[in-house]
C-alpha cells in the first residue's frame, strides 16, 4: 500500500503533551512524508503557511477553519469577516473583550471570521452570533465566530481536487469539533485522546494516546 496523504489539525493534535507548542518529534516525519500533508487549522493563514515552511513540506494549507484554503498555487477565500467582526463589536460595546491583549496577533491577519479568548464570557457572544446568522465553536483553544457553511472538510475537498489526491485514500486526524468535516470527507480518522466529543464521535478510531504522541503513532501505523 502507498503512503497515504496526510490532513492534520494543529492545535491539540501535533501539541505537546501539556497541549502548548508544537512537538518537535513531528518535524521529521512530516518532513519525509511520501505523500502531500495537508494542514487544516482554525488558526489564521500565516501560522500554518510558516509551519509548512518551517517543517520544509510544500505550503497546502487550510486556514481559519475553512475561510482560507491554499492550494499551493492560489489561494481561496471562502467567507467573509464582515458579519463576524460586527458581532464582536457589539459584544465589546457590551462591556466584554477578545482576551488578546492590545496588539491581538491572534487576529491581526484573519480575514474570514473572528477568534475570542476562552477566558471570556461565551453566553453573550453565541446570543448575537445566532441573532446574526453566524455560529460560535469552542476547539479547546478558542471560541470563533464564523459563518456556519465554512468549515475545514470543503477546504480539504478543494485541495485534493486541485492536487490531484483521492480523499478516499486520505489518513486525518485532529482533536475538535472543527475536524468533524475533515472527518467526514478523508478516508480514515483519527481522534487524538484528548478530543472533544464531537471529534470522538466523528473519527472512525479515537487513538489511546493523546496529543503529537497520538498523531505519531498513526505515522507509524499508516506509513
Ligand atoms: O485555532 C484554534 O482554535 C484551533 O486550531 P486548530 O484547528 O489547529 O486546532
Ligand atoms: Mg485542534
New binding site residues.
Partial sequence: MSTPPLVL?????LTRPDGWGIDSRVFDPLREWDAPVVLA???AFPYPIALCHFIGVPELVVAENGGIVYTGDAVHVTADADAARTVVAEYRAAGYDLGWGDDDTVNRWRETEV?VSRDQPVELLRELATAAGLEVID?G??Y?VKDADQNKGDGVRTIADHVGFDLADCVAIG??I?DVSTFEVVGRSFAVANADDAARVAADEVLAEAHADGTLTVLDRVR
Fill in positions: 489539525d494543529i492545535d491539540g493534535t487549522t482554525g488558526k477568534a476547539t483553544y478558542a470563533h482533536d475538535s472543527n
